[in-house]
């Protein structure tokens, strides 16, 4: 199993840059596919980006490609979300989604792992 914690959220103004960083427990991660998904008041939990086991594949939603981009480090047991050009429909609750298996994973029901969430507010 695997225990996930993200952070990095806050309040930015449009066109801003955020890092989330989702650390993960455990020594097996880098045998786990991870994901990004986030989920607005009101809405269902909505793919962001996800990566595979050794960083090579990853695959977004067209709503954030080529502003965002997903990274991972596995000697640190952390993935990362890098969002630029932020714009308000991006204000969401942003979860780090894990499972141990290989894969393009872009469905929530995919994961069996989740972390707590963290709070991205971007203002007009």
């Known amino acids: 199993q695997v225990q996930l914690v993200e952070s990095g959220g806050g309040l930015v103004q449009a066109g801003d840059s955020l890092r989330l960083s989702c650390a993960a427990s455990?020594?097996?991660?880098?045998?786990?596919?991870m994901g990004w998904f986030r989920q607005a008041p009101g809405k269902e939990r909505e793919f962001v980006a996800t990566?595979?086991?050794?960083?090579?594949?990853?695959a977004y939603a067209d709503s954030v490609k080529g502003r965002f981009t997903i990274s991972r480090d596995n000697a640190k047991n952390t993935v990362y979300l890098q969002m630029n050009s932020l714009k308000p429909e991006d204000t969401a609750v942003y979860f780090c989604?894990?499972?141990?298996?290989?894969?393009?994973?872009?469905?929530?029901?995919?994961?069996?792992?989740w972390g707590q969430g963290t709070q991205v507010t971007v203002s007009s």
């Open positions: 989604a894990a499972r141990l298996l290989a894969g393009i994973l872009t469905k929530a029901y995919e994961y069996n792992y």
């Open positions: 455990g020594r097996t991660f880098s045998s786990y596919t």
């Open positions: 990566i595979s086991r050794r960083g090579i594949s990853t």
